[in-house]
């Protein structure tokens, strides 16, 4: 659980990011989606959206996006929103301040949105005090797991049951690692959160 859903001490950690929003009188969920564009993954999951007729947030990194800038513009085409997911996928507690600021700049160029998620879901305080200034931290309040090869399909599925509520922020990866677990439990998770009568609305980019 510590994992699926951080605990409160890690969210007032970093109290000037978005970790869940929750809608009064609507049931509403935030599906996101870590690590892309690829070729291999992020259409099949933008025609999985379409066909229920959902939009989703793009977290992408930079780098990615400088090889296939075609995808980017497919996102925005059907109607997502997407952020940044620094250039390299840097970890922040690897790098100093100073490098990871210029991993999320360059990216920034190529990816213009003021939405960013730090890779892992881990940067250092000094980090994120100074990225609050110029971008909307946000993190997550369900990381589903798809990309854990100790997981099987249905048991990333259970995450999304077990802990899926009001607000979530949800966190599916279209990236090779996840690919056989998310291909299979990505429908199957929008087909239960519609069941439960669960709205999905793609993260404001303003």
Excluded: C
Excluded at 82 to 103: E, F, I, P, S
Excluded at 131 to 147: A, E, G, Q, S
Excluded at 169 to 175: E, G, L, T
């Amino acid at each position: 659980m510590l994992i699926e859903r951080p605990p409160l001490l890690y969210r007032l950690l970093f109290p000037e990011a978005l970790w869940r929003i929750k809608r009064p009188h609507r049931s509403v969920v935030y599906l996101t989606f870590d690590d892309g564009p690829i070729p291999e993954q992020t259409p099949w999951v933008l025609d999985v959206l379409d066909r229920y007729g959902i939009k989703a947030t793009f977290f992408m990194v930079g780098d990615n996006v400088r090889r296939h800038p075609e995808l980017l513009d497919e996102v925005k085409r059907r109607g997502h929103s997407y952020g940044n997911h620094t250039m390299h996928h840097l970890q922040g507690m690897k790098v100093t301040a100073r490098r990871y600021w210029r991993d999320i700049t360059e990216a920034d160029k190529l990816i213009d949105s003021v939405l960013f998620r730090p890779p892992h879901g881990i940067m250092r305080w000094k980090q994120a005090r100074a990225i609050k200034d110029h971008y909307n931290i946000v993190m997550y309040d369900l990381v589903t797991r798809d990309y854990s090869k100790k997981l099987s399909p249905e048991q990333v599925l259970a995450n999304v049951k077990r802990f899926a509520r009001n607000g979530s922020i949800i966190v599916f990866h279209d990236s090779i690692k996840a690919a056989p677990n998310m291909r299979q439990a990505l429908p199957q998770a929008i087909e239960w959160l519609l069941s439960q009568g669960y709205e999905f609305e793609p993260l404001p980019m303003s």
